[in-house]
Nanobody, 120 residues
Framework: QVNLVESGGGLVQFGGSLRLSCVASGSFSKINAMEWYRQAPGEQRELVAHITSGGSTYYVDIVKDRFIISRDNSKNTVYLQMNSLKPEDTAVYYC??????????????WGQGTQVTVSA
């Protein structure tokens, strides 16, 4: 089993910043891509940012230039630095990891989510 635990969410004012963390633990040999998703009430879960094991990144347009995804492979941790937050960023944020468990197959695991609320 692989566990992902997010932290760092909370309530912040418009224009503020938060830094989310997600730590992976359990049985795996390698973590490949790590991603952040979010889900607002009544909406579908959507990809926010993606980072490969080598550090290449991708962002959806609505967070580009405001959010920064990074990772520390020595700590099995992915981060999401969120700046210039807007009320529309309010959502539960989830991390997802794609891992290998000794073979070439890749498995996906999700965290439980952390709430981010941005007040106007």
């Amino acid at each position: 089993q692989v566990n992902l635990v997010e932290s760092g969410g909370g309530l912040v004012q418009f224009g503020g910043s938060l830094r989310l963390s997600c730590v992976a633990s359990g049985s795996f040999s390698k973590i490949n891509a790590m991603e952040w998703y979010r889900q607002a009430p009544g909406e579908q879960r959507e990809l926010v940012a993606h980072i490969t094991s080598g550090g290449s990144t991708y962002y959806v347009d609505i967070v580009k230039d405001r959010f920064i995804i990074s990772r520390d492979n020595s700590k099995n941790t992915v981060y999401l630095q969120m700046n210039s937050l807007k009320p529309e960023d309010t959502a539960v944020y989830y991390c997802k990891a794609k891992v290998e468990r000794g073979g070439s197959d890749e498995y996906e695991f999700w965290g439980q989510g952390t709430q981010v609320t941005v007040s106007a």
